[in-house]
T-cell receptor, first 112, second 114 residues
């Protein structure tokens, strides 16, 4: 059973561009979570999704950030008009039910 | 307010020595507790978890953790550290039944010296 897949692993964007981060959960997992890790900090929860539904987006910035988990295909975290402060590692996790989350390798976003 | 604290930012131990990493939380009830390990440039791997029952839990790679309700702690231990254990260790907490987001501590970086 393959683990949680994330791509790309590294992404470089200029200020003002869009960043699209993809996450494929483990087989059989219907819960997806996105976290952000700033340098020298722990992970901060952003959003929790199930297929076609956003369950909890309490950690998402109000502007420029959006997430989706369509019926088919990976979950997408989208950041519009990126700024330097968006530079971070973005981790996706999936779980089969609740609580026991399995993390992907992360996408490291650099905004120049 | 709910919080997770890892008081040690960086710990250095000799290979073969014992290890204890501290984790404290602030919450009015018993949360669900986790320890994750992150190697440089990698994702997080679950070491162990506590939901209920026996307060001493065994995990992978020879790690164990003990939940102490009176101290609101969930410290991670290993009797003999190997060089490959050098990594960043994160304590994580799910505070509410039905809440799926994890709160992470700021991490403890472990260095292992020969």
């Amino acid at each position: 059973n393959a683990g949680v897949m994330q791509n790309p692993r590294h992404l470089v964007r200029r200020r003002g561009q869009e960043a699209r981060l993809r996450c494929s959960p483990m087989k059989g997992h219907s819960h997806v979570y996105w976290y952000r890790q700033l340098p020298e900090e722990g992970l901060k929860f952003m959003v929790y999704l199930q297929k076609e539904n956003i369950i909890d987006e309490s950690g998402m910035p109000k502007e420029r950030f959006s997430a989706e988990f369509p019926k088919e295909g990976p979950s997408i975290l989208r950041i519009q008009q990126v700024v330097r402060g968006d530079s971070a590692a973005y981790f996706c996790a999936s779980s089969p039910d609740v609580y026991e989350q399995y993390f992907g390798p992360g996408t490291r976003l650099t905004v120049t | 307010a709910q919080s997770v604290t890892q008081p040690d930012i960086h710990i250095t131990v000799s290979e073969g020595a014992s290890l204890e990493l501290r984790c404290n939380y602030s919450y009015g009830a018993t949360p669900y507790l986790f320890w994750y390990v992150q190697s440089p440039g990698q994702g997080l791997q679950l070491l162990l978890k506590y939901f209920s029952g026996d307060t001493l839990v065994q995990g992978i790679k020879g790690f164990e953790a003990e939940f102490k309700r009176s101290q609101s702690s969930f410290n991670l231990r290993k009797p003999s550290v190997h060089w490959s254990d050098a990594a960043e260790y994160f304590c994580a907490v799910a505070f509410q039944t039905g809440a799926n987001n994890l709160f992470f501590g700021t991490g403890t970086r472990l260095t292992v010296i020969p």
